[in-house]
């Protein structure tokens, strides 16, 4: 897994992953995380957006 912090504003960032699952048919996918953290730097909310590259719908 690589990620990359793209986007900080105060307490919300925007992290792009992407993972490389190896097994019989490997599997590649990309995402966008946004979280939101709390005053003493927790995870209070978290969303992601999976794509898969090479799918026709992206999933």
């Given at each position: 897994m690589d990620s990359?912090?793209?986007?900080?504003?105060?307490?919300?960032?925007?992290?792009?992953?992407e993972v490389e699952y190896l097994r019989d048919t490997p599997a590649r996918w990309r995402d966008?995380?946004?979280l939101r953290f709390d005053s003493v730097g927790?995870?209070?909310w978290f969303?992601?957006?999976p794509?898969?590259?090479g799918q026709?719908?992206?999933q």
């Amino acid at each position: 897994m690589d990620s990359e912090v793209v986007a900080i504003d105060g307490s919300t960032a925007v992290v792009r992953v992407e993972v490389e699952y190896l097994r019989d048919t490997p599997a590649r996918w990309r995402d966008l995380w946004v979280l939101r953290f709390d005053s003493v730097g927790r995870c209070t909310w978290f969303e992601e957006w999976p794509f898969a590259p090479g799918q026709p719908d992206g999933q």
